[in-house]
């Protein structure tokens, strides 16, 4: 993933979306469907696509993926990595046990 120019996930129904967790946890660009969960997977560390059915708009992702500067590179890379970093299993844990002490 480290080398990779982005990951690409346009599923139009999705759960939770880990595997763009764990794509921006290992420092990739994702480009995803701007649709389900992965809107508030995806944060504005992401790179969206309205349509998933339209080729050319993926690929005009894909295009600008490739095409951004060093700088705007590093700065997806780390603001995905943050983003990411909110979801984890310590977090998850914990506010389930919260949820079930107020029962």
């Not at 890379?77 to 299993?89: H, K, L, M, P, R």
């Amino acid at each position: 993933m480290h080398n990779a120019c982005a990951f690409v996930y346009p599923s139009n129904y999705e759960g939770v979306g880990i595997p763009v967790v764990e794509a921006m946890s290992c420092g990739g660009i994702v480009i995803i469907a701007d649709n389900s969960s992965l809107k508030e997977v995806g944060g504005k560390a992401a790179f969206y696509i309205q349509k998933t059915d339209e080729v050319s708009q993926l690929a005009d992702r894909m295009v600008q993926c490739f095409n951004l500067s060093d700088a705007d590179k590093k700065k997806l890379t780390v603001d995905g990595e943050n983003w990411a970093a909110q979801f984890s299993w310590e977090k998850c844990a914990h506010e389930t046990q919260t949820v079930l002490e107020q029962y």
